[in-house]
C-alpha cells in the first residue's frame, strides 16, 4: 500500500526524522493561508502516488502566499502525468505546502527488502535528487549497501560506515546514523516494504532532513495497522485494480496496451508480457491468477477485462501444475455464458487435466482462438489485437 508524501513526512516526524515545516491543503484558500503562516518562499506540491512530479509540473515555487494560493489553484483538480502514471494521469486532490529551505547538498537514503537475503537492505548515495536506477547505471560505484539482520537489529557501526560513504563530515554523522535508526525503527514497527528519502538533504545551516519521503507498506501486514490502512487515498487507485480487488483477484497491475492477459504464475506472466512485446504487442494488464481450482476467479478476470475500453483482444495461457486446466477451461465457458465478450479470446491450455480441458472448450461451441503453444498464443493474440483475428 502506498500513502502520500504529507502523510510519509508525518510519519517521519513521529519517528524522529526532521523534515520542513509545512501542512496540506485541499484548497487554494487553504494553501495560501499555511504559506502565510510559514513566511517566506514555500513549495506547492501535488500528491500523487507516483514520482516524477517536478518535471511533469506538480511542484511549483511561490515567494508569498498569494502565488503559492495561485499555484494551488492551478494543481488542484488536475490530473497530473508523470513517467509513472498512465497516459490519464493521478487525479490531484490535495497539496503539500512546505517552507523551501536553502540545500548545501542532495544525499539519498533508502530501506527495502533484499528477497535474495532475506534481510532489509538499506541503502545510501552521496548522489541524491536524481534517479537511482540512473545512478546505479552510470555511477555504481556511488551506491552503498548495508544489510540489517533482523535478529541483530541496526547497528550503528553499519550507519558510520554509510555515513563516512557520503562524505559526510564529521559532525555531520552522529544526526545521520540516528537518522538511519529511526528510519529503520519506522520501517520494522510499521512493516513497510519501501522507506525512501530522496533527496536527503543538507541545509545551509548544517542541519540533515528529509526534503522528500515515499513509504510503501506490506499488504499482507495491514491487519495490524488500523493507522496506516486508513491513510489509504482510493482517488489514487486505478479503476480497474481496483475492481480486480474487489473482485478477489490480488495480483492485477493495469498497463498501456490493449491485450487482457490471464496467467497462472508470477514468472510466467512476466514472460507472457515479454513475448506479446516481442510479437509487436503491448499487454493491458499483468495478472497472475495463481493456483486457482474454482471457476469464479476466472469469471471475475473475464469481466475486468471486458470492462476495459482499452482491451481489444484477450490472452488466456495456463500451464496447469496445482491448478488444472479443466477447472480454467469451464471458468472460460461460464464467463461466455455470463459476459457479452466482444473481442477475440485466445487460449493456449497445457499441463494438469489439458486433453479434458480441451474437450469441453471445443463442444461448448464457443468462440475462441486455440493456440498450439506459447509462442503461437502471443502471436495470435497480438494479431487479434490489431484485428487480424481470422
Not at 76 to 102: C, D, N, W, Y
Request: glycine share 8%; with cysteine; proline share 3%.
Amino acid at each position: 500500500m502506498k500513502i502520500h508524501e504529507y502523510q510519509a513526512k508525518a510519519l517521519l516526524s513521529q519517528y524522529g526524522v526532521p523534515v520542513p515545516a509545512g501542512d496540506v491543503a485541499s484548497t487554494p484558500a487553504e494553501a495560501k493561508k499555511i504559506a502565510a503562516g510559514l513566511e517566506g518562499k514555500v513549495a506547492v506540491k501535488a500528491q500523487v502516488y507516483a514520482g516524477g512530479r517536478g518535471k511533469a509540473g506538480g511542484i511549483k515555487l511561490a515567494a508569498d502566499a498569494a502565488e503559492a494560493e495561485k499555484s494551488a489553484a492551478g494543481i488542484i483538480g488536475a490530473r497530473l502525468i508523470t513517467h509513472q502514471t498512465s497516459a490519464k494521469g493521478a487525479p490531484v486532490g490535495k497539496v503539500l505546502v512546505e517552507k523551501v529551505m536553502e540545500v548545501r547538498r542532495e544525499l539519498y537514503l533508502s530501506i527495502v527488502i533484499d528477497n535474495a537475503r532475506k534481510m532489509p537492505v538499506m541503502i545510501a548515495s552521496e548522489a541524491g535528487g536524481m534517479d537511482i536506477e540512473e545512478v546505479t547505471r552510470t555511477s555504481p560505484e556511488k551506491i552503498l549497501k548495508v544489510h540489517i539482520d533482523p535478529a541483530a537489529g541496526w547497528q550503528d557501526f553499519e550507519g558510520r560506515k554509510l555515513a563516512y560513504g557520503m562524505n559526510l563530515s564529521t559532525a555531520q554523522v552522529k544526526p545521520a546514523v540516528k537518522l538511519m535508526a529511526n528510519l529503520y525503527r519506522l520501517f520494522r514497527e510499521k512493516d513497510c516494504s519501501l522507506a525512501e528519502i530522496n533527496p536527503l538533504v543538507i541545509t545551509a545551516d548544517d542541519k540533515i532532513m528529509a526534503l522528500d519521503a515515499k513509504l510503501n507498506f506490506d499488504d499482507s501486514a495491514l491487519f495490524r495497522h488500523d493507522d496506516i490502512r486508513q491513510l489509504h487515498d482510493p482517488a489514487q487507485d486505478d479503476p480497474f485494480e481496483a475492481r480486480a480487488s474487489e473482485m478477489g483477484i490480488k495480483n492485477y497491475i493495469k498497463l498501456n496496451g490493449n491485450i487482457g492477459c490471464m496467467v497462472n504464475g508470477a514468472g510466467l506472466a512476466m514472460a507472457v508480457l515479454d513475448l506479446i512485446n516481442f510479437c509487436g504487442g503491448n499487454a493491458a494488464n499483468f495478472l497472475d491468477i495463481g493456483t486457482v481450482n474454482n471457476t469464479n476467479a476466472v469469471v471475475s478476470a473475464f469481466k475486468v477485462f471486458t470492462a476495459d475500453p482499452d482491451v481489444k483482444a484477450i490472452l488466456v495461457n495456463i500451464f496447469g501444475g496445482m491448478a488444472r486446466a479443466d477447472t480454467i477451461a469451464r471458468g472460460i465457458i461460464e464467463a461466455y455464458q455470463q459476459i457479452d465478450i466482444k473481442v477475440p479470446v485466445v487460449v493456449r491450455l497445457a499441463g494438469t487435466n489439458v486433453t479434458e480441458g480441451k474437450r469441453l472448450l471445443a463442444e461448448s461451441r464457443i468462440n475462441y482462438i486455440e493456440a498450439a503453444d506459447f509462442l503461437d498464443a502471443a502471436r495470435k493474440a497480438v494479431a487479434a489485437a490489431k484485428g487480424g483475428r481470422d
